[in-house]
């Protein structure tokens, strides 16, 4: 027997025709508004619906809309979830060399929380990292390792304290086969071939790298101390790094306000076909910026303009087949700073209140464990709100951060959804279009 999945969801197309979209399997399909009443009515008796339409019954089983009726799918979410979070026996671990930056962006999340200084990490804590790298392959029996750079500026420090801990880490990884991969957010203004050429020996597979609009707008946020605009050179930045590191990805995010989105085209053209291959647009809106509905508008525009120019984009809020909400929701997640100190999360501040604990001189860890249970002890989506949401799957409620600041000052679990710029309904009819199931997706 069979029944119909908690997570199909109706989204209206225009006045004949509707999606409906599975949140769990991510499936999209298009229908009339009279095969949409018909199907309802089938989907009472789901016996009558195999015995009449059997081809039809068994595309909407294997496309997840209709489900064994011993089949829990919550319990499933749940299943999955604990897998990410605590069976994932890889480790990731960020490294802020400093949080020191050589640009001076005025949205700048490290300069909002107060936690500007001036140095970067010291070869007795580079040490100190690198035998903590040593004790988690060979004691602790890591399946993977993935160094995580960030900052500040990460690459201000490059020679000092990646290059070191980053080559001890890729040699240990060898001697005990296990997969070692590098990733870095960075302005990228540093770069230059010669280090390209090095990351590629040091094993980096992916850069984060931000473009604040075009030239104009782009130069009037991200500068030198000396005042030089920085586009042509994280331009020039994104066509080589694919040169000099074939298997690269890039994630281009651009972090825009009520202007960025207007001009960003231009940056299409400047961007070579091989790079485009490469790159996968982040659109995040700066945090301190509440955006309108004309910016709303525009990005759905610039998203689809970028798709059909070859550059692809994600949206931070739906995450469909990742049953977790952020990478730091995991247990074998940690941030190092450049003090030594340990976070669980780079995007808030660096107060020895959210510190989880200390790295030490012999490579071991000082832990927080009373914090560090009170930030496992609850799942971000058991409430009521989340656990009876058909977006579930894609959501997965606020990360463990955020769950757990509520929960500490009795506050109700916000809606992530809520907080999108891009609404769930553009989402799927988006999704629709980029499989051919519907010509336009922006009314």
């Not at 489900?67 to 026996?89: H, M, P, R």
């Not at 200390?358 to 609850?378: H, M, R, V, Y």
């Amino acid at each position: 027997m069979y029944k119909q999945s908690r997570y199909n969801i109706i989204v209206p197309y225009n006045s004949n025709e509707v999606l409906i979209y599975n949140s769990l399997r991510n499936s999209v399909c298009l229908l009339s508004t009279e095969e949409l009443s018909i199907l309802r009515e089938l989907l009472k008796d789901t016996d009558q619906f195999f015995k009449l339409y059997p081809a039809l019954f068994h595309q909407m089983k294997e496309d997840g809309y209709i489900v064994d009726v011993n089949f829990d799918e919550l319990e499933y979410i749940k299943f999955q979830n604990k897998i990410q979070v605590f069976g994932n026996t890889a480790l990731h671990i960020t490294i802020n060399p400093t949080l020191d930056c050589n640009l001076s962006c005025w949205y700048c999340s490290t300069e909002y929380a107060k936690a500007k200084h001036k140095g970067y990490m010291s070869q007795e804590t580079v040490e100190a990292v690198r035998k903590h790298i040593k004790l988690q392959i060979e004691r602790n029996k890591i399946s993977a390792l993935h160094l995580d750079w960030f900052g500040g500026e990460p690459l201000m420090y490059f020679n000092e304290v990646i290059k070191p801990i980053a080559s001890f880490a890729k040699e240990l990884c060898i001697e005990n086969n296990i997969p070692f991969t590098q990733h870095a957010t960075t302005n990228s203004v540093l770069m230059n071939s010669s280090m390209m050429i090095e990351m590629n020996k040091l094993g980096f597979t992916s850069f984060q790298i931000p473009i604040d609009g075009n030239e104009q707008h782009h130069n009037s946020i991200k500068y030198t101390k000396g005042g030089q605009g920085t586009f042509f050179t994280v331009v020039k930045n994104l066509n080589e790094l694919p040169i000099y590191i074939p298997n690269i990805h890039i994630t281009l995010r651009i972090n825009y306000d009520r202007k960025t989105l207007f001009g960003i085209s231009d940056i299409v053209p400047m961007l070579s076909k091989q790079a485009k291959q490469h790159i996968t647009v982040d659109f995040q809106k700066v945090w301190q910026v509440k955006c309108t509905e004309a910016i709303c508008k525009q990005l759905s525009l610039i998203k689809k303009s970028f798709y059909e120019n070859g550059l692809d984009s994600e949206y931070w809020a739906y995450r469909p087949h990742m049953f977790h909400r952020c990478y730091s929701d995991k247990l074998r997640q940690y941030a190092i700073n450049y003090d030594g100190r340990i976070f669980k999360c780079t995007a808030q501040d660096y107060g020895d209140d959210k510190s989880i604990g200390k790295l030490n001189a012999d490579g071991t860890l000082s832990l927080k464990e009373q914090l560090i249970s009170k930030l496992f002890s609850t799942e971000a989506f058991e409430n009521d709100r989340c656990l009876n949401c058909n977006k579930l799957p894609i959501c997965m409620g606020p990360c463990i951060i955020r769950n757990f600041e509520f929960r500490k000052q009795g506050a109700a679990i916000p809606c992530i959804m809520e907080n999108s710029q891009f609404p769930f309904e553009s989402f799927v009819k988006e999704l629709a279009w980029k499989r051919g199931i519907i010509k336009n997706y922006i009314d």
